[in-house]
């Protein structure tokens, strides 16, 4: 596997990036097939990992009455946050549909194990944080090659994990990073539902990106890409 990747392949890489969303709504009522969920699964597990830990696990849910405990955690949840906002933000909140279940044909929680081949791990020393990175580095993979699959994910963090880790019978040290909704959708939108909600936009690629030092967006030596990423960016 060491030959570079066509002009095509590429396009398909950086389609399945840009064209990635988080979905909550308008699942197909089709079944994942096991042969295509097993394959983004595979995707998820050959993501990078500190000290190549693999510090994660894939609960496949499609029990109703898990499903239904879980949504009823969603519902205090979102109830409770949104105590923290004022009006009108508050009611625009709770208008949104922030979760698909109940409706999506497979949930998945993805869970972070520190234990697994520990307690040492390389590059984990200092920075504890990379073993829930790598964590994050799976998820990423599992929603691109869903992507790639037509099959939507939403991901639901508006939930308890002290739920979640009963409902599911998690041990102690175990700790639950992403609560996913699976399923066919018939199409993608073009952008994030948030951003044509008008909840926020989405910020350019030069307001992101600094030179050198933090908040440096002047530095002569970046020139050429600052000019670049203004003007001509590829397979956007
Ligand atoms: C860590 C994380 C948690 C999220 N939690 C939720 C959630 O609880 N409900 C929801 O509707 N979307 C959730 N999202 C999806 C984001 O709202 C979404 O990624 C963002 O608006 C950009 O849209 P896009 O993914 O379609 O590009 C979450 C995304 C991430 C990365």
């Not at 390389?122 to 090659?145: D, F, T």
Request: glycine share 6%; hydrophobic share 35%; with cysteine.
């Amino acid at each position: 596997m060491t030959e570079k990747f066509t002009d095509e392949e590429k396009k398909g890489l950086y389609k399945a990036i840009h064209s990635r969303r988080d979905v909550r709504s308008h699942f197909t009522t089709k079944a994942i097939e096991d042969e295509v969920l097993s394959r983004i699964l595979n995707a998820a597990h050959h993501a990078p990992s500190v000290g190549f830990s693999q510090p994660w696990n894939f609960i496949l849910v499609k029990d109703t009455q898990t499903k239904a405990k879980i949504k009823k955690s969603f519902e205090e949840e979102k109830e409770k946050s949104s105590q923290l906002i004022e009006e009108p933000k508050k009611s625009k909140y709770l208008s949104f549909k922030l979760e698909g279940i109940l409706e999506s044909p497979v949930n998945l929680c993805v869970t972070y194990d520190p234990s697994k081949f520990g307690p040492f791990v390389i590059g984990r020393s200092s920075i504890p944080e990379a073993g829930l990175y790598s964590v994050c580095c799976a998820i990423q993979n599992l929603w691109l090659a869903a992507r790639s699959e037509g099959v939507g994910v939403g991901w639901v963090s508006i939930l308890s994990n002290e739920v979640l880790k009963e409902v599911l019978n998690l041990p102690n040290h175990v700790v639950p990073v992403a609560y996913l909704c699976l399923g066919y959708v018939d199409e993608f939108a073009s952008k994030p539902d948030l951003e044509t909600a008008g909840w926020l936009p989405r910020l350019g690629l030069e307001d992101v990106i600094y030179y050198e030092k933090w908040e440096d967006k002047r530095n002569s030596n970046w020139k050429n890409i600052q000019n670049i990423i203004k003007t001509n960016l590829d397979y956007a």
